[in-house]
């Protein structure tokens, strides 16, 4: 089985500096490197990108943290991803959590989470050169400015609405964080973070995202489409959605959505705390998006976009 999956995108931008984005998400370090880790960190030193952007889902739990070892492989993984280029982050939905001795049961639903105020990634990633965790925060160096948006915990999951995201929670962290979003700066590319793309083409949640130029979100897991399939699978369904529908059309497929969207696919397709379905992960390539802004007119004025398998 081919092992690390590539989409690559070129855009001609004659009013922006050439660079290269590396683009990866919903990593879901659970305590321990993984082969698609090492993969995805041995592709960075390949395509030497200028910029890392990483939209979510860092770790699985706050547990995976928990011990000094799993900090110190953690803080090195990152740190060799540093050494290559800037590294912007913003929190997903599994980044706040850890998971609880006693769950409880709510309806159909049984709960083995709970939230806290500050994930210890931040934390953790606080002293490691040149790797930013973008807490609702901005990022900006001469060629990018970058800005990552954190959701709280409850616009992904609620009690009373469990795996349901809220649209109005959504629009009313957008307007608090108004100011980070308009009157950007012209000769840099602009680059918005958010973990999930539930909402991310919606009318009234772009018109907050106008001047941006690229928008990475992950989340869907490419709607668990297996490796065989995907080179055939079309439209925007996936098997099994973030919010565990069967089938659903979410974005869940890995893409480029109205010129600026970029869907990631995941790095850990099935994170290890999902006992013997952890196994499946085994048959999922890593998945990286390459962003290239290019001012080569040969590339024409629309995004080209070609995906392959780079490694067995």
């Known amino acids: 089985m081919k092992s690390l999956y590539c989409s690559h995108y070129s855009f001609y931008r004659s009013d922006l500096a050439p660079q290269k984005i590396l683009a990866i998400s919903d990593i879901h370090f659970a305590g321990e490197l993984t082969k698609n880790h090492r993969r995805v960190s041995d592709f960075a030193k390949q395509s030497k990108p200028n910029l890392i952007v990483v939209p979510g889902d860092i770790i699985d739990n706050i547990g995976a943290l928990a011990s000094d070892a799993s900090k110190k492989e953690f803080k090195n993984w990152f740190a060799e991803l540093g050494k290559i280029a800037p590294v912007c982050i913003c929190l997903g939905n599994h980044d706040p959590y850890y998971e609880i001795d006693n769950p409880v049961r709510i309806g159909r639903r049984k709960y083995i989470y709970d939230t806290v105020e500050e994930s210890p990634l931040i934390e953790c990633l606080a002293g490691v050169k040149n790797v930013h965790v973008l807490d609702n925060g901005v990022f900006e ?22 795996y349901t995201e809220d649209k109005k929670i959504l629009i009313n962290e957008l307007r608090k964080n108004a100011a980070r979003l308009k009157n950007l700066p012209k000769n840099k590319a602009k680059i918005f973070l958010m973990h999930s793309p539930t909402y991310l083409a919606d009318s009234d949640v772009c018109k907050y995202l106008d001047e941006f130029d690229f928008v990475f979100a992950g989340h869907m897991h490419n709607g668990v489409v297996p490796p065989i399939l995907q080179e055939i699978w079309r439209g925007h369904r996936g098997f099994v959605t973030a919010t565990k529908k069967i089938f659903a059309n979410q974005n869940t497929r890995l893409g480029l959505y109205g010129g600026k969207l970029v869907v990631l696919g995941a790095v850990t397709t099935v994170t290890p705390k999902a006992k013997e379905y952890g196994l499946i992960d085994a048959i999922f390539p890593a998945n990286v998006a ?18 392959r398998y780079k490694k067995w």
């Not at 970058?146 to 709280?152: H, W």
């Not at 390459?290 to 995906?307: A, F, M, N, Q, W």
């Open 141 to 162: 160096n001469e060629q990018n400015y970058a800005f990552g948006l954190s959701m709280p915990p409850e616009y992904y999951d609620t009690p009373a609405h469990p």
């Open 290 to 307: 390459l962003v290239e802004i290019s001012h080569k007119k040969s590339d024409g004025t629309k995004p080209s976009v070609k995906r």
